[in-house]
């Protein structure tokens, strides 16, 4: 074993001891250390393996020990440099499109404060500018590991400018935070998409591009539809819906790995499934409450303007 590997993947036993001491407490564990004490324990069942196998066992063992310990793997497993952004209005009509918007200007400034790219992938806006749904791709020093907790439903509680009663609407917005997938990593084949094209629209259905540049994706196995039109071309706008694609499919994937592990341990935070309320955005009460934390933090108008370090850090302790 390379000596480079070798220390990897001592360094992680190291960990494995340490959080084994606390197996006792692991019903109290946040998820992150959960999920991670699963895949430490992958690691020790094949380091004990590897000192029983043969020179071609062994040979097997470390290639698949490279995957695990390599560049994708960080301090909690989830040390991806890129993410897909992706939120949608839910119930609220026109106030729901409104607080889309409100939450992906939200992230957008709190990947600007971090000092990350942030770039628009796919958007469809309604006649008020607010945003029906809208995809970004967001690139950073451990950018999953540090949003993947902001996957879910999110909900507003407020009086709408629009609202000449003063009666409080409350509205949800879904929010999803992929994986960035490396070809490598997810393999589609030709034969499994469904390619069309057509003209790139603006709000109200407003043609903005006379050129069929907007691209749309059908995956035949999953079903999964993708869409991408703000490129210029349609080579550019597919490459953007293939990336998008191999994040839903990668997503899907980790998702199905945590399942077995959360069968087994029981969890202090919630899923982060798409239909799980996670978070509640009261305007009257200034204060946003993360129910699975059973946390809440004040001052929201500073929350939306992008700055939600003390949130994304309560997932990281």
């Known amino acids: 074993m390379n000596p480079e590997l070798q220390k990897k993947l ?8 340490a959080l084994e001491m606390d197996v006792a407490e692991s019903f109290k564990w946040p998820r992150n250390k959960v999920v991670k004490f699963g895949e430490l324990s992958k690691l020790k069942v094949m380091a004990d393996e590897y000192e029983k196998a043969d020179e071609a066992g ?22 991806r440099n890129k993410a897909i952004l992706e939120i949608r209005a839910g ?5 729901a499109a409104l607080f889309a918007s409100d939450l992906f200007n939200m992230y957008k400034n709190y990947a600007q404060k971090r000092g990350w790219g942030f770039s628009v992938l796919d958007e469809s806006k309604n006649d008020l500018g607010g945003y029906k749904e809208a995809v970004a791709e967001i690139k950073g ?51 499994e998409l469904e390619v069309s094209f057509s003209r790139a629209g603006g709000p ?25 039109r703000t ?47 996670i978070r509640t955005y009261n305007f009257l009460q200034d ?23 003390q949130i994304t850090e309560s997932f990281r302790k």
């Open 58 to 79: 062994k040979k097997d063992i470390e290639e698949q020990l490279k995957g695990m310990l390599g560049p994708a793997t960080g301090e909690d497993g989830e040390e």
């Open 10 to 17: 001592g360094d992680a036993l190291k960990e494995y001891d």
């Open 141 to 191: 020093k451990n950018v999953y590991g540090t949003l993947r907790y902001e996957s879910g439903v999110h909900r507003i509680q407020r009086v709408p400018a629009t609202e000449k009663s003063g009666r409080i609407h409350t509205s949800t917005a879904s929010v999803a935070v992929l994986p960035a997938a490396e070809e490598k990593e997810i393999e589609i084949k030709e034969s």
């Open 287 to 309: 204060r946003v409450t993360d129910h699975r934390l059973k946390k809440s933090w004040h001052n929201i108008q500073n929350i939306m303007s992008g700055n939600i370090d």
């Open 91 to 95: 119930v609220g009509g026109d106030e």
């Open 204 to 228: 109200g259905g407003q043609n903005v591009n006379k050129v069929e540049t907007a691209v749309r994706l059908l995956h035949k196995p999953t079903g999964i539809i993708i869409s991408s």
């Open 231 to 277: 490129e210029r071309s349609q080579q550019a706008n597919r490459e953007r819906a293939m990336e998008i694609l191999r994040a839903k499919l990668l997503d899907e994937k980790l998702r199905k790995e945590e399942e077995a592990l959360r069968k087994e341990r029981k969890e202090q935070i919630g899923t982060a499934e798409r239909s799980e309320k």
